[in-house]
């Protein structure tokens, strides 16, 4: 079982979710209010998470709803705010 809320409580309430050849990535969702912290994780070992807060880079990047992944970047589909990310 990979807990997430051991790396960072906020880590919950995903919607979805994609994966490149090394990592799973979780979609930010709702965690009782939109937020914007994608969570990667290794597929190998189901561990390492790491965290990219998207609203460092722009507050409005928040509210996901579903991804995907072509060969070279990773897709976050919009819903609170109807930004790409």
């Known amino acids: 079982v990979l807990d997430l809320t051991a790396t960072d409580p ?9 994966a490149d050849s090394t990592y799973g990535y979780l979609v930010p969702n709702n965690n009782g209010a939109a937020f914007g912290k994608v969570a990667r994780f290794q597929l190998a070992s189901f561990g390492s998470v790491e965290v990219l807060d998207l609203t460092a880079t722009d507050p409005a990047l928040k509210g996901f709803y579903g991804g995907f ?4 970047y990773g897709y976050l589909v919009p ?6 990310a």
């Open 10 to 18: 906020a880590l919950k309430g995903f919607n979805g979710g994609f």
């Open 79 to 84: 819903y609170e705010n109807r930004k790409v």
């Open 69 to 72: 992944a072509d060969s070279t």
